[in-house]
């Protein structure tokens, strides 16, 4: 699975980067099965929600898995930039999980 990350509004720094790698590349394993028809893209974008707010939920981070024939998104706000990384994807851990069973039971049909 290709990785790209894009940072907006933010300085995407070495430990951010590598974090975002290892959480999103626990996922390609799950997906596996699909690259047998070529590599599937995750487009993972990580920003602030606004420059003017210092507390909250000013992290924002969403990302888009491309598979063929089906696109699965998932997105989260929160108050620290990992946070929002990691939820996402569990976010997209289950979105997975429900598009292989679907899969699976037409196959077997």
Known sequence: MNITIVA????LTPSIKKF??????????MVSS????????????ISRATRHHKSGEVFYTEATVRFPGKTLRAEAYDVDARIAIDAVKDILKSEIKKFKEKTGEKRKK
């Open 34 to 45: 699909f690259e047998k028809e070529g590599a599937l893209d995750c487009f993972v974008e």
């Open 8 to 11: 907006k509004k933010l300085d």
């Open 20 to 29: 975002t790698i290892d959480k999103f590349g626990t996922l390609s394993r």
